[in-house]
């Protein structure tokens, strides 16, 4: 997903600062070089400065376009991210709604061959015995639970050696 993002965010980027301009000066040329070229010309006469006036005038508005368009792009990102954050921000309500009516229920912890396991039997699977040494701290075989019981790694064995941050994810 981060791969992805990072893709549409550098077309986004480039879309915004050049793909805009680009199309600017390509509108801006048509006059001139464009198929109505004749028309133009015969109306402007062969005046360099009146070319040149039209050109400049017409380029700061269609800058002035660009720029204004490429901020529409830009915020029609961030309201789809907020779109995202108020989603977010309202299931979190419903379930603390859910939790202060007491309508939420435990799931259940489920063990091998998909069975029910008791909270005494998960407790059973989390003894261990503690072996103090003073360069690293050993977890073998442990279960990672979370504080109601749920089992979400039924074995694990890693090592953290002293200075050395470990997250379990």
Not at 80 to 93: D, H, I, P, R, S
Not at 131 to 149: K, Q, W
Request: aromatic fraction near 8%; glycine fraction near 8%.
């Amino acid at each position: 997903i981060m791969h992805k993002k990072l893709f549409m965010g550098v077309f986004d980027s480039m879309l915004v600062k050049y793909g805009a301009v680009m199309v600017g000066y390509s509108v801006l040329g048509l006059p001139v070089f464009g198929p109505g070229k004749e028309e133009y010309l015969k109306r402007v006469g062969s005046d360099g400065s009146a070319i040149t006036r039209d050109y400049i005038r017409n380029s700061s508005l269609l800058i002035n376009l660009a720029k204004a368009i490429g901020r529409l792009v830009i915020s029609y990102k961030e309201v789809q991210q907020l779109a995202g954050f108020t989603t977010l921000v309202y299931e979190m309500k419903e379930v603390l709604k859910d939790l202060e009516t007491g309508k939420y229920t435990r799931t259940q912890i489920i063990g091998k061959d998909n069975k029910e396991l008791k909270l005494d039997q998960v407790n059973e699977m989390m003894r261990g015995t503690l072996i103090e040494t003073e360069d690293f701290i050993r977890f073998t075989r442990v279960p990672v639970a979370s504080p109601n019981g749920d089992v979400f790694v039924k074995e694990v064995s890693f090592e953290v050696r002293r200075g050395v941050n470990t997250v379990v994810t």
